[in-house]
């Protein structure tokens, strides 16, 4: 293994004045549960590692008016089992109950899971349905990224190398929305998804369709809306048939891949088969 | 693993083939090329990097020229490469077939067949698969770019 340079900050500055000189051969070390098997199957092999291990000043889930607010080394467990994130955004409290098993729940962060960018990921799938905000810090200031654009390729993001993920921000009240997820794992519950698909639905008074968000994870390069299949739905009653045709949009924007989870062709069917149920039961009774 | 792809370029044929046929030329179109040694008018040794956030593979190895038919306007070429350090590597052939299109404009269709070998790991391979796309998309880019500035 190549040897590399271990820093281990204690605070958010610290941090941000390591990463100020920081280029593409560093890399940030939260829980670890992503990036030490890109470092133990020797795909990746950073110079410099910044631990987060010792920052103290990066936790916290706070409720200001109807945003709620998560620090970047929040452990997916506690956000899960946190009373505001199930009071209000139960289809967060869902999707994180199903990643992998406690064990990496108790090691994996939300800036963690964010800035990985690793396409098969649960977290940004939910996140992306609740249009949440990635706060990116770095010595030059405050950016506030949508999580709807933030990805760009396999584990690649709109972050800087000198940018730290210190919060996700999600602004809004959802209790009208009408939300389901699902994610589908043939193997066993704490494989990666062969599809994961998440699901936002807002409805006028006469249930005509007025937002929504169709998302999906595992299934290309980076999680994506589909958009095309959103607008769709614009304007209108959410019917068995309408739920089809939204579902086969979304496959064909999908580009899959073939591995332990399925061929590309069975995961784009499947796809399609869990974007149709999560639209259904998203507007059912 | 099997990729076609067709693509449109902006050079004359007789243009464009040449500088396909140029292995300097084309390494300076690649992202990631790191060396590039003439063994032989037809074998050439070199170093690829390719980098995908964290990700970093070094593939070394050699690529052989195996058809330079002019007559048809059909090149292929062979690579066989190798990450020590991932323990693991690929082989390829590589198919490229020119169909003039307009006096300026070429037809450039690639067809690339490649095994990976050993250890490159499950995580590796949707990586690379993925990754060739689009460094197919900057290698025609810059084929187009070097012709503008040409």
């Known amino acids: 293994m190549r040897d590399f340079q271990l820093d281990s900050p204690v605070d958010k500055p610290q941090t941000l004045q390591l990463l100020a000189a920081a280029d593409d051969d560093t890399r940030l070390l939260a829980g670890g549960t992503g990036l030490l098997n890109l470092l133990k199957q020797r795909l990746a092999s950073p110079g410099r590692l910044i631990s987060l291990h010792r920052v103290t000043d990066l936790g916290g889930i706070t409720l200001d008016g109807t945003t709620v607010t998560i620090g970047a080394l929040e452990r997916l467990i506690d956000i899960g089992e946190h ?6 955004l139960p289809v967060l409290r869902d999707t994180l ?19 990985h960018g690793d396409p098969n990921q649960d977290t940004p799938v939910a996140l992306m349905a609740l249009d949440a905000i990635v706060v990116a810090e770095s010595r030059d200031g405050v950016t506030e990224l949508p999580i709807a654009g933030f990805y760009r390729d396999y584990y690649e993001t709109r972050l800087s190398p000198d940018q730290l993920v210190t ?3 999600i602004p809004g009240d959802w ?10 794992t043939p193997g066993s519950r704490e494989d990666y998804a062969c599809v994961g698909v998440c699901v936002r639905l807002d409805f006028d008074d006469r249930n005509r369709c007025t937002d929504s968000r169709i998302v999906l994870g595992s299934v ?41 989870r399925g061929s590309a062709d ?11 149920r999560c639209l259904l039961e998203a507007a059912g009774p | 693993m099997r990729f076609d792809q067709q693509y449109t370029v902006e050079q004359a044929r007789d243009l464009l083939w040449s500088t396909l046929m140029d292995v300097h030329k084309v390494a ?37 020229v195996v058809t330079r038919d002019a007559d048809n306007w059909i090149g292929v070429l062979e690579a066989n490469a190798r990450d020590p350090k991932a323990g693991g590597g690929f082989k390829a052939s590589l198919e490229m077939r020119l169909v003039e299109l307009t006096a300026m404009q070429t037809e450039l269709t690639i067809t690339l067949d490649t095994t990976f070998l050993g250890r490159i790991g499950e995580l590796g391979r949707p990586l690379i698969k993925k990754k060739i796309n689009s460094m197919m998309d900057e290698f025609i880019a810059a084929l187009n770019e070097q012709y503008v500035t040409a």
């Open chain 1, 167 to 169: 919060a996700v921000r």
């Open chain 2, 28 to 64: 300076a179109c690649m992202q990631g090329v790191e060396e590039m040694i003439v063994v032989d008018d037809d074998r050439y040794e070199g170093t690829l990097m390719v980098k995908m956030g964290p990700v970093r593979l070094r593939f070394s190895g050699e690529v052989m």
């Open chain 1, 220 to 260: 290309g390069p980076t999680v994506f809306r589909s958009r095309a299949a959103e607008e769709l739905l614009a304007g209108k009653a959410i019917t068995e048939n309408l739920a089809r045709q939204a579902a086969q949009i979304a496959a064909n924007e999908t580009d899959p891949v073939d591995d332990t």
């Open chain 1, 83 to 88: 009373p505001l994130i199930g009071e209000r």
């Open chain 1, 97 to 115: 109950a199903e990643v992998a098993s406690p064990r990496i729940r108790m090691m994996a962060t939300l800036g963690g899971a964010v800035a």
């Open chain 1, 266 to 276: 069975y995961k784009r069917r499947m796809a399609g088969v869990w974007v149709r």
């Open chain 1, 175 to 184: 209790h009208s929305s009408r939300f389901s997820h699902k994610k589908f």
